[in-house]
Protein backbone atom coordinates (compact mmCIF):
# COMPACT_ATOMS: atom_id res chain seq x y z
CA UNK A 1 0.00 0.00 0.00
CA UNK A 2 1.42 3.42 -1.17
CA UNK A 3 1.23 6.13 1.64
CA UNK A 4 2.78 9.41 1.57
CA UNK A 5 3.13 12.03 4.24
CA UNK A 6 3.81 15.36 4.76
CA UNK A 7 5.42 17.52 7.83
CA UNK A 8 6.78 20.35 8.58
CA UNK A 9 4.48 22.98 7.28
CA UNK A 10 2.98 25.92 9.34
CA UNK A 11 3.03 29.77 9.85
CA UNK A 12 5.94 31.79 8.53
CA UNK A 13 6.74 35.34 8.05
CA UNK A 14 7.23 37.00 4.47
CA UNK A 15 11.55 36.31 3.88
CA UNK A 16 11.22 33.22 6.37
CA UNK A 17 11.71 29.84 5.19
CA UNK A 18 10.19 26.31 6.23
CA UNK A 19 11.06 22.30 5.29
CA UNK A 20 8.60 20.39 4.37
CA UNK A 21 9.06 16.38 4.07
CA UNK A 22 7.39 13.75 2.75
CA UNK A 23 7.91 10.26 4.03
CA UNK A 24 7.02 7.53 1.38
CA UNK A 25 5.81 3.57 2.51
CA UNK A 26 5.00 1.21 -0.08
CA UNK A 27 6.57 2.24 -3.32
CA UNK A 28 10.63 1.06 -4.37
CA UNK A 29 11.61 4.88 -3.57
CA UNK A 30 15.22 4.87 -5.01
CA UNK A 31 13.33 4.23 -8.12
CA UNK A 32 10.58 6.89 -8.13
CA UNK A 33 10.18 10.26 -9.24
CA UNK A 34 8.17 12.40 -7.02
CA UNK A 35 7.35 15.69 -6.44
CA UNK A 36 5.44 18.65 -4.56
CA UNK A 37 2.58 20.50 -5.52
CA UNK A 38 0.27 22.82 -4.12
CA UNK A 39 -3.16 24.43 -4.19
CA UNK A 40 -5.41 27.37 -2.94
CA UNK A 41 -8.88 27.32 -2.25
CA UNK A 42 -10.91 27.47 -5.14
CA UNK A 43 -7.33 27.17 -7.38
CA UNK A 44 -6.23 23.53 -9.30
CA UNK A 45 -3.26 22.01 -7.67
CA UNK A 46 0.12 22.85 -9.22
CA UNK A 47 3.14 21.47 -9.28
CA UNK A 48 6.23 23.48 -7.29
CA UNK A 49 9.17 21.19 -7.96
CA UNK A 50 10.02 17.82 -9.06
CA UNK A 51 12.86 14.92 -8.35
CA UNK A 52 13.67 11.93 -10.72
CA UNK A 53 15.10 8.92 -9.10
CA UNK A 54 18.72 9.88 -10.52
CA UNK A 55 18.00 13.26 -8.98
CA UNK A 56 17.58 15.81 -11.91
CA UNK A 57 15.31 18.42 -10.42
CA UNK A 58 12.89 20.99 -12.21
CA UNK A 59 10.84 23.67 -10.54
CA UNK A 60 7.86 25.81 -11.03
CA UNK A 61 9.10 29.56 -12.21
CA UNK A 62 7.63 31.18 -9.46
CA UNK A 63 9.60 29.26 -7.05
CA UNK A 64 13.22 28.53 -9.21
CA UNK A 65 16.38 30.21 -6.55
CA UNK A 66 14.33 30.29 -3.89
CA UNK A 67 13.17 26.49 -3.11
CA UNK A 68 15.30 23.18 -2.92
CA UNK A 69 13.52 19.36 -3.60
CA UNK A 70 15.70 17.12 -2.23
CA UNK A 71 15.95 13.38 -1.22
CA UNK A 72 17.49 10.86 1.01
CA UNK A 73 17.30 7.43 -0.27
CA UNK A 74 18.02 5.99 2.83
CA UNK A 75 15.67 7.72 4.91
CA UNK A 76 13.17 7.07 2.25
CA UNK A 77 12.08 10.89 2.06
CA UNK A 78 11.96 13.80 -0.07
CA UNK A 79 12.25 17.45 1.36
CA UNK A 80 11.36 20.98 0.01
CA UNK A 81 13.35 23.70 1.43
CA UNK A 82 11.50 27.07 1.35
CA UNK A 83 13.40 30.39 1.80
CA UNK A 84 12.48 33.60 0.65
CA UNK A 85 8.97 32.72 1.12
CA UNK A 86 6.15 35.20 -0.34
CA UNK A 87 3.09 35.83 1.08
CA UNK A 88 1.64 34.20 -2.43
CA UNK A 89 3.27 30.63 -1.41
CA UNK A 90 0.41 30.21 0.89
CA UNK A 91 -1.18 26.78 0.26
CA UNK A 92 -1.48 23.43 1.02
CA UNK A 93 1.31 21.45 0.09
CA UNK A 94 1.17 17.99 -1.38
CA UNK A 95 3.64 14.83 -2.12
CA UNK A 96 3.01 13.39 -4.95
CA UNK A 97 3.78 9.98 -6.60
CA UNK A 98 2.56 9.08 -10.36
CA UNK A 99 3.38 5.58 -11.75
CA UNK A 100 2.24 4.97 -14.86
CA UNK A 101 -1.76 4.56 -14.31
CA UNK A 102 -1.64 6.07 -10.83
CA UNK A 103 -1.64 8.48 -9.03
CA UNK A 104 -1.06 8.86 -5.48
CA UNK A 105 -0.95 12.00 -3.22
CA UNK A 106 -0.46 12.76 0.55
CA UNK A 107 -2.75 14.32 3.04
CA UNK A 108 -0.86 17.61 2.71
CA UNK A 109 0.37 20.41 4.68
CA UNK A 110 -0.65 23.80 5.18
CA UNK A 111 1.97 26.42 4.82
CA UNK A 112 1.30 29.68 5.59
CA UNK A 113 2.82 33.17 5.04
CA UNK A 114 2.22 36.04 6.49
CA UNK A 115 3.13 39.83 4.83
Known amino acids: QVRLVESGGGLVQAGGSLRLSCAASGIIFSAAALGWYRQTPGKQRDVVAVITAGGITNYADSVRGRFTISRDNAKRTIYLQMNSLKPEDTAVYYC?????????WGQGTQVTVSS
Open 96 to 104: NYRPVGNDY
